[in-house]
């Protein structure tokens, strides 16, 4: 399944940064014609001539617009390696989020990425720490869902070449530099306390991620790998809601005192997302509805271990029942989409940043 994301520069949202309220109005006016399409922005990091009080403005505006137009929301938020508790937009996001649940919006929120939320994990600063536990512990009640890229930002985060004010530079600069972190959020962290987490490829064979196939048992096993989820001392389980697609899901964990890999993590990429998107039958209780048309994947393996040591390449796909028979395009039928680079009309000389890449006007 694939959802529409009608994104925005944050600041946008409030006529800000080169836009007009009018411009954010029509965007949003528009967007909530197409079903299924949420409200998405790209948020800053809180540094410099960015300050908390400007980012919940910010946000305030852009679910002020959900709640009107009864959309959810999609956010690229904190996907950088500042540690700073006080450069998290996180914090201003939660403020705002409250505020606008206490006015009513009862919509989904998705946090994509948070990967500065992992380099402050236990032992680097108490006081920091306490107030990303409580962080944390506050989403489990906000109707939140956090997404993990685990390629992309396993390829971005601790690259050479990161600076302001996309993060904080890494040094020695000009020599030889092995990435120290894994530029994922604390999948382990987060699921302990409640929010419920899911993986997704984000980019693929673009400027950000030159690799990939949109592939998500791929993404699933990276993810199991990289948060060594195979170790976990809890497994989640989701509880659908009982009534309406607008009341969350809830994640509670039981323990794991073999940390042995459990099936249950494959839901990153299934449940768990289908819940996200709203797609799940809130009311019905169970994962397949009878007499609605299936659609599954069928792998070759007796257990998550053998499933997730190969790439099945000869899984059988079945959509909306019937059996899909088309094979992977060769690469050459993709030329068209990657082979020559995207011409953009620019409007200033301004390069765009994520982690060590950078995208700059071609002259």
């Known amino acids: ?7 925005l520069f944050l600041p946008h949202y409030s006529g800000e940064f080169g836009r007009t309220r009018e411009e954010a109005q029509a965007h949003v006016e528009e967007a909530s014609k197409h079903k299924g399409v949420v409200l998405g922005a790209y948020s800053p990091r809180c540094d ?18 959900a709640k009107n137009y009864n959309m959810d929301v999609d956010l690229h938020i904190d996907e950088h390696n500042d540690p700073k508790y006080d450069h998290l ?26 990967t500065a939320l992992s380099l402050g994990l236990e032992g680097s600063d108490d006081h920091e720490d306490n107030k990303r536990r409580a962080l944390k512990v506050a989403w489990a009640k906000s109707n939140i869902t956090v997404v993990i890229n685990p390629f992309t930002n396993l390829s971005l985060q601790d690259r050479q070449g990161t600076r302001s004010p996309i993060g904080v530079e890494l040094k020695p600069i000009g020599e030889p530099r092995t ?18 987490v899911v993986a997704a490829s984000d980019n693929v064979r673009d400027w ?7 592939d998500m048992l791929q993404v699933c096993s990276q993810a199991i790998h990289l948060g060594h989820l195979d170790s976990s001392l809890v497994i989640p389980t989701l509880h659908k809601p009982e009534a309406t697609s607008e009341k969350p899901a809830t994640l509670t964990t039981s323990p794991n005192p ?4 459990s099936s249950t993590w494959l839901a990153l990429g299934g449940l768990w997302a289908a819940n996200a998107m709203g797609l799940t039958n809130p009311t019905a209780g169970k994962d397949f509805d009878v007499n609605e048309l299936l659609s599954l994947c069928i792998f070759d393996a007796r257990s998550s271990v053998e499933l997730l040591s190969r790439p099945h390449i000869d899984r059988l796909v079945v959509a909306a029942g019937q059996l899909v028979q088309e094979s ?24 765009v940043r994520r982690g060590g890449s950078k995208v700059s006007k071609i002259t």
């Open 1 to 7: 399944e694939l959802q529409g994301v009608a994104n």
């Open 48 to 65: 410099g001539g960015v300050k908390h009080s400007m980012l919940e403005t910010w946000y305030s505006t852009l679910f002020s617009f």
């Open 89 to 114: 937009a996180l914090v201003a996001m939660c403020n705002s989020l409250e505020k606008a649940r206490a006015d009513g919006f009862t919509r989904y929120v998705v946090l994509g990425h948070c």
């Open 179 to 196: 990435p120290r972190w894994r530029g994922i959020a604390p999948i382990q962290e987060l699921v302990a306390v409640g929010v419920p």
């Open 208 to 214: 950000w991620y030159a690799y990939g196939d949109y």
């Open 258 to 261: 073999l940390g042995t890999c």
């Open 328 to 351: 992977l395009p060769s690469f050459d039928e993709l030329d068209d989409i990657v082979a020559t680079p995207t011409k953009v009309d620019w409007e200033s000389d301004q390069e």
